[in-house]
């Protein structure tokens, strides 16, 4: 145990102007608290500085820092003492913290030197061991959710703690020590003791609150001591490097900005680069959700990513003036990055994980990896590692969240919810489509993708309606005297409106969808609506109050027979409404819908950090 | 800073209502006099009262059972145990005792929102800083100050980082059983921290002029109460030293308030020496800068 030994304090102090020596000591000695604590102090005076002897401080005013250091290691060993080394004359560490210096060392024979952390007094930023900001950039925030002890490559700094007897037979070869610095000399010693296996632990519990640049915290080596050291390990820059390098460094600054601290807003990244330049359904629901964030979301910072034509096709700057649009992945430091759709690659995974604590996704469907022939190659894994690895999944519908926990696992901790998009009529409709004079046309809703099944399902109505004026959302076949095709992505949103409030009927014979929201604004005006039956449509129905008729058929005769009873203007049945809502419980919103996903994200908070370095590990290389 | 009001959390320790019963309604009034745009709440935790218990008094406070192991100091730690992650969603965390208004307390007049919003999301604890004559050491640790553990205010990151409150749980490293000699002789703290244990609990104080308000003889039969307030004394002590020690700078309520009074508060705070010896009131000597 090391609290059973003595301690040695060895003071540095010869930068310190000559004037300010004296008083620098004394302060150094009263505010640290270092007399009766130590054995023994010796202290580094400026050169050919004379201060007034004190009890118990051995001065040192005319020899190098280095022959100093030399004198107090032997002492200590011979002593038994654990040697606290003081660097730098503006540090003024305390002794307080020797207490969680010395537990460090008890917990593992093998740590050899102990340090604190540092932090400014004018914010209480930490500087970290392994960064080399000119700036303290830690958040205190982040510290409750570090480690209280983290290994690191050895690292001089203003104020370390020598297990005893680690250095006692240790070679101090003195023509090295006697040719560098005094930190040069220090690190030639840490060297020697890691190479023997004894490591240097940062402890997270104790800070040093100074107004000391950097450089004093953390000195600079020389050169010809970097060589030095080097020779003696060529090891020596790679095993630094790699400490920049380790997990906890990139995890650190992200943990700064995590927790629900209530004085500071958590920041939140949505990343939007799913969103195209059309007005599609994905379009739609992404706008959607924007909407929802811009009302709901003021407890949060939101920086939102998009790619410039897509902002700048959907205005997006000038419709949510209230959120900040970036078109380029900002720095790391979010609380929560937030995908309003699925990722399709590595990088996006890669991308995210790197600038936020907290990574969510919003999984609308998995039509592309069932299909096949749409999925980038590997998007299998990238959805696997997803369920596995994401903090939190929102999914569009019970009917996808089935879907996609049938194809991938499902990992008991994960918060999740079922988000649903908008069922609520105002939030689909415009007042000045909502009673057209005239319905004359069945509307077809799909795109050429064969899970939409709008090919055959033309060919049936020209078959089965002759005379029936039939208009082709996302249709293939060029327009003829009958049918009116319009291309996917290429009709405006007031076209879109006006073809589906105008309906007498719209079809939608999809066999796969995650939601439809064609279908849902369809019901939202009021018009009838047939779909091919599946579990989503009674979802839908279920979770609704929409003014319109959920009509499914089963194959091509019912979809006839109901079509037709509805263009006859007879009864048909559909799906039940609202029978998955309370009486008095509104239908899923858009803000209804942000307030569910900002609940996961805050609960995704508790453990992030654990998963976070999972999920760092698991990513490995993959970009 | 944003506008909008601080929310501030009471843990307030006491044991069943026999002394200081009217606590809560004295602490809600000072907020109401004093700090009333804060949001406040308080969890009674009630020493006298089994773990499993709990109450609710009103819209603003609850109860809930402590084990009395370590006083008040276990007693926050239930609070917190009770609190878990929802700590975070307060701006500060009151630690209290029923016996908050006893001696000296004039401090607890200069409270006021402004002081408040000086500590919160800041490395910093707010309370009244008392000091003895000469340093003391305590598990190797020389100090001469302690914040006042009757009443103070952290915000929630500084008691996650200490994680226990009560860090003296046991009294075999400390105590004789003797009354004649309490403390063993290799007990962890100094001579002088035992003399001034000692006067301040059974005798005349530490030489400031004031005394301890419920002082006693100490003899056999009050020696079990003699080693649980001296380990009280113990945890007030460690709680400031490890405080320091994570960096969190104690804050005296006086001196800060001293200072907005003059409209001059530090960015960066000075040494509790220089805090207490620069008060408007209750002035410590200049002297301790020097000793």
């Not at chain 1, 209280?148 to 297990?163: D, G, Q």
């Not at chain 1, 100074?210 to 050169?223: D, F, H, K």
């Not at chain 1, 970097?226 to 920049?244: F, G, H, M, V």
């Not at chain 1, 997990?247 to 195209?276: E, K, M």
């Given at each position: 145990m090391t609290g059973k030994n003595p301690l040695h304090v060895l003071l540095d102090i010869s930068d310190a102007s000559l004037a300010e020596a004296g008083t620098l000591l004394d302060k150094a000695l009263m505010d640290g608290g270092w007399l009766g604590v130590a054995a023994r102090v010796d202290v580094i005076l400026p050169s050919g500085e004379q201060v007034a002897a004190r009890q118990g401080v051995v001065l040192h005013a005319s020899k190098l820092p280095r022959t100093v250091l030399v004198h107090a290691v032997e002492a200590a060993t011979a002593a038994r003492a654990s040697l606290l080394i003081l660097l730098a004359a503006g540090v003024s560490a305390s002794n307080e913290i020797i207490p969680e210096l010395r537990a460090a060392l008890d917990a593992?024979?093998?740590?050899?030197?102990?340090?604190?952390?540092?932090?400014?007094?004018?914010?209480?930023?930490?500087?970290?061991?392994?960064?080399?900001?000119?700036?303290?950039?830690?958040?205190?925030?982040?510290?409750?959710?570090?480690?209280?002890?983290?290994?690191?490559?050895?690292?001089?700094?203003?104020?370390?703690?020598?297990?005893?007897?680690?250095?006692?037979?240790?070679?101090?070869?003195?023509?090295?020590?006697?040719?560098?610095?005094?930190?040069?000399?220090?690190?030639?010693?840490?060297?020697?003791?890691?190479?023997?296996?004894?490591?240097?632990?940062?402890?997270?519990?104790?800070?040093?609150?100074?107004?000391?640049?950097?450089?004093?915290?953390?000195?600079?080596?020389?050169?010809?001591?970097?060589?030095?050291?080097?020779?003696?390990?060529?090891?020596?820059?790679?095993?630094?490097?790699?400490?920049?390098?380790?997990?906890?460094?990139?995890?650190?600054?992200?943990?700064?900005?995590?927790?629900?601290?209530?004085?500071?807003?958590?920041?939140?990244?949505?990343?939007?680069?799913?969103?195209?330049?059309?007005?599609?359904?994905?379009?739609?629901?992404?706008?959607?959700?924007?909407?929802?964030?811009?009302?709901?979301?003021?407890?949060?910072?939101?920086?939102?990513?998009c790619g410039e034509h897509a902002s700048a096709f959907h205005g997006l700057p000038e419709r949510f003036p209230g959120l900040n649009h970036l078109t380029a992945l900002p720095r790391p430091g979010y609380t929560a990055a937030f995908r309003l759709s699925q990722p399709w690659n590595w990088q996006v995974f890669s991308e995210l994980h790197h600038r936020a604590l907290v990574l969510g996704f919003n999984m609308l469907d998995t039509i592309a990896w069932d299909i096949g022939y749409v999925a980038p190659e590997g998007l299998g894994d990238v959805w696997r590692f997803a369920a596995r690895h994401a903090d939190m999944l929102t999914f569009i519908s019970h009917f996808s969240r089935a879907r996609f926990y049938q194809r991938f696992s499902r990992p008991a901790h994960l918060p999740e919810a079922v988000v649903h998009l908008s069922l609520s009529a105002a939030e689909h409709t415009r007042p000045d489509w909502q009673a057209p004079e005239a319905r004359h046309h069945v509307l077809l809703f799909g795109n050429s993708y064969d899970h939409k099944g709008i090919g055959p399902a033309l060919d049936l109505l020209r078959r089965a309606f002759p005379t029936v004026s039939i208009v082709v959302v996302g249709g293939t076949s060029p327009s003829s005297g009958q049918v009116r095709t319009l291309l996917s992505g290429e009709v405006t949103e007031e076209e879109i409106h006006g073809l589906i409030s105008s309906a007498q009927a719209i079809l939608f014979p999809s066999f796969y969808e995650g939601f439809g929201l064609p279908v849902v604004e369809g019901l939202s005006y009021g018009r009838p609506v047939l779909v091919r039956a599946s579990p989503l449509w009674n979802e839908i129905a279920a979770h609704s109050r929409l003014p319109g008729n959920l009509v499914t058929f089963r194959d091509d005769s019912e979809l006839v027979d109901r079509l037709g009873r509805i263009l006859a203007g007879l009864p048909v049945p559909a799906l039940e409404k609202a029978v998955a809502l309370d009486a008095d419980k509104p239908a899923p919103s858009w803000n209804s819908g942000v307030e569910q996903t900002l609940t996961a994200l805050v609960q995704a908070l508790d453990g992030a950090a654990e998963r976070w370095l999972d999920r760092d590990l698991a990513l490995g290389g993959r970009t | 800073m944003s506008g909008r009001p601080l929310r501030v959390l009471t843990l307030l320790a006491r044991h069943g209502i026999e002394k200081y019963y009217d606590a809560p309604e004295r602490l809600q009034e000072l907020y109401a006099r004093q700090l009333h745009n804060i949001d406040h709440k308080i969890i009674i935790v009630d020493n006298a009262q089994t773990n499993a218990w709990s109450s609710a008094h009103s819209a603003s406070t609850t109860a809930i059972g402590g084990d009395n192991s370590s006083w008040e100091f276990s007693a926050w730690d239930r609070g917190l145990e009770h609190l878990g992650t929802s700590i975070k969603n307060w701006d500060l965390i009151g630690l209290v005792t029923s016996a908050f208004q006893q001696s000296h307390t004039a401090y607890l007049d200069r409270l006021s929102e402004p002081l408040l919003r000086q500590v919160a999301g800041r490395a910093r604890a707010l309370g009244h800083i008392d000091y003895g004559g000469a340093p003391v050491e305590l598990f190797g640790v020389r100090t001469q100050c302690w914040i006042r553990s009757s009443f103070l205010l952290l915000p929630p990151r500084e008691l996650q980082l200490l994680g226990r409150v009560a860090s003296i749980t046991d009294s075999s490293a400390f105590f004789s059983g003797d009354a004649r000699e309490p403390f063993l002789q290799d007990a962890p703290l100094s001579p002088q921290y035992r003399q001034n244990i000692m006067a301040w609990l059974c005798g005349e104080g530490l030489g400031q002029g004031t005394m301890w308000h419920s002082r006693f003889d100490l003899t056999a039969e009050s020696l079990a109460f003699f080693e649980q307030k001296a380990r009280a004394i113990l945890n007030e002590q460690r709680l400031s030293t490890r405080l320091v020690a994570q960096g969190c700078q104690l804050t005296d309520v006086t001196w800060l308030a001293s200072r907005m009074v003059a409209a001059d508060v530090p960015t960066i705070l000075p040494s509790w020496r220089a805090q207490i010896t620069s008060r408007d009131v209750n002035k410590a000597p200049g002297t301790l800068l020097h000793t």
């Open positions: 593992d024979p093998l740590l050899g030197t102990a340090q604190p952390l540092f932090a400014s007094p004018m914010n209480d930023r930490l500087w970290t061991p392994w960064g080399e900001e000119p700036e303290a950039t830690l958040s205190r925030d982040a510290l409750p959710e570090l480690p209280a002890h983290i290994i690191t490559a050895e690292c001089v700094s203003a104020c370390l703690l020598i297990r005893p007897g680690l250095l006692s037979d240790l070679v101090l070869t003195r023509e090295l020590l006697l040719d560098g610095s005094l930190p040069g000399a220090l690190a030639f010693v840490l060297l020697g003791a890691r190479r023997r296996g004894f490591r240097n632990v940062c402890c997270t519990r104790a800070v040093v609150v100074t107004e000391a640049p950097r450089e004093r915290i953390y000195p600079t080596l020389s050169g010809k001591d970097l060589q030095t050291l080097c020779a003696a390990d060529p090891s020596y820059e790679r095993i630094r490097r790699e400490d920049r390098q380790m997990p906890l460094a990139r995890l650190a600054p992200l943990l700064g900005v995590a927790p629900c601290a209530t004085w500071r807003q958590r920041r939140l990244l949505l990343d939007c680069r799913g969103l195209s330049p059309i007005h599609n359904g994905t379009s739609r629901n992404m706008l959607g959700q924007l909407e929802g964030f811009a009302v709901r979301g003021g407890d949060w910072d939101i920086d939102i990513v | -």
